[in-house]
């Protein structure tokens, strides 16, 4: 394989053991060059692992991954040098202004320095909508500002592939649709993004391709709407019922999971079912159709993950 | 578990990226600088004027040098001394730790091989810096009375680096701040007070003259005595070796220790 290949990340059999636990399981991987890749699953699924794995963090225990083309970890300066990163925890650097934070970090990519390199990091500002910030302490920036400045940070090499490990948790609307937007234009430009989320709207509007991955294995992989299309039924119709349990006719019409008070009741025979509900005119619903957490609910299950 | 462990240990290849960690902790220095220098200035200068002033009064030579200057000599290897392991646990583990400024670097071509041999470097630039200034308010209080003085500065480079290195260790194997305290006080300290900086160690009993050869300090001012009094410099290879060992076994602990925490 090489850099001009059709995939940036390429991992067979790869697997992560920390002792007697293995966190990834023998994962096969393809992520295609370009577009937008989401990589789904509850806490402690082995995502972030999966990443840190990518970045040449985390030597894995058994398999093989291609990065960009090239072995990891051993490759792990060349292909970082070519990898954006916008990590979970904000480590912007709080001794630093805006700039400087841009700056400095510019500064350890020895071969990927923009000359003059001021206006670039000037232009990577303004794409995250920071143009006005420059001088701002670290300190004076809201939660959704540090994000954007990561995601500028990761930008300052100019990266092949972006990594973004749950990019708008605690962010606001606003700012998520803002996030959404320039990773949009990233991916526009040729830029492949990688993301890991747990938001299943946020895949099902950014991602080309989504994986689905709990205790450590891929359950499926696909475009969001073919997995939508291929693994629930088309549509959904959530009844808040109460304790009362879900009438036999209901259960002929829908596949019913009855949780916490609410039928969920899956179906292709939306007609059939809302008929039925309508001997119940006391109980309210609400009728949608299927998406990607029905799939992720069907695929992971219900039961909680601290 | 020796699986997971072994590439920890494997020999450190750092590269020259070192140096933007370097001028990273050098541009947050320069920032705050004036502050900085009278940190770098003030305790070991309260030494010198208190104790150099106070006690030289009725002491008047110590092993044939006028105590200002032989305490002032001694001041000069244990400000580095001071100055780098500060920085080696507080500043570092910070960096490390609660600030996560390792977790950016490890994103970008940096490996901890490359981290740790900035945060060395730049540990043994603040021991330079101070005992650099040491010998500034000595030499203008008229104790240097030799131009060897000069060889102090790549000497306290070279003191900074063996204490910076087991500073680093320390901060790699840290659960908290906390713990630094035990290393000031079980390590430290006793350098500081028995490695020879305020008086001959000739003067310790037998058996503790033996044990302090053991400790870089010892060595440190050893060296740094001589070349500020101008006295001749004796087994200067021997000394250099023992400080050299110390640089060279802590930064590549340090490294393993640090791989440990982050490379996992």
Known sequence: ?306 | MQGRSAGHWRLPAPRALAFAVWRRNARVWVRLMASNLLFHFGEPLLYLLGLGFGLGRFIGEMDGVDYFAFLASGLVASSAMMSASYEGIYSAYTRMVPQKTYDGMLATPLEVDDIVAGEMLWCATKGCISGGSILVVAAALGAVTSAHAVFCIPLLLLIGLAFAGPALAMSAISPSYDFFSYYITLVITPMFILCGVFYPIGSLPDALQHAVQALPLTHAVALARPLVTGAPVEHALAHLAVLAGFAAAGFYVSVALVRRRFVV
């Open chain 1, 1 to 306: 394989m090489t850099a001009s290949g059709p995939f940036v990340v390429e991992a067979r059999g790869l697997v992560k053991r920390f002792g007697a636990d293995t966190v990834v399981d023998r994962i096969d991987l393809r992520v295609p060059r370009g577009g937008c890749f989401g990589l789904l699953g509850p806490n402690g699924a082995g995502k972030t692992t999966t990443l840190r794995m990518i970045l040449g963090h985390s030597p894995p225990s058994a398999g093989t991954l291609t990065v960009l083309g090239e072995a990891m970890p051993a490759a792990g300066r060349r292909v970082r040098a070519r990898i954006g990163v916008v990590s979970q925890d904000d480590n912007l650097d709080p001794d630093f202004s805006v700039m400087e934070n841009l700056e400095v970090y510019a500064s350890y990519f020895p071969h990927r320095r923009h000359r003059p390199l001021r206006p670039f990091l000037e232009s990577l500002l303004e794409f995250v909508s920071l143009g006005d910030r420059a001088g701002y302490r670290i300190q004076a920036l809201s939660g959704g500002m540090r994000r954007r400045l990561v995601i500028a940070r990761a930008l300052v090499n100019e990266p092949r592939l972006l990594i973004l490990d749950e990019p708008t948790t605690g962010l606001d609307p606003q700012i998520r649709h803002l996030i959404w937007s320039r990773l949009r234009a990233l991916t526009e430009r040729g830029t492949t993004v990688l993301l890991t989320t747990h938001y299943m709207e946020e895949a099902e509007r950014l991602c080309d391709r989504v994986a689905i991955i709990d205790h450590g294995r891929i359950l499926a992989e696909d475009a969001p709407r073919a997995l939508v299309a291929r693994e629930v039924e088309p549509s959904v119709v959530e009844v808040r019922a109460g304790e009362r349990p879900p009438p036999p006719e209901l259960a002929r019409q829908a596949r019913v999971e009855a949780v916490d008070g609410v039928w969920h009741c899956h179906t292709s025979e939306p007609g059939a079912v809302l008929a039925s509900l309508g001997d119940y005119p006391e109980l309210e619903y609400l009728h949608r159709p299927a998406n990607l957490e029905d799939v992720f609910l069907r695929l992971t299950g219900r039961e909680l993950r601290d």
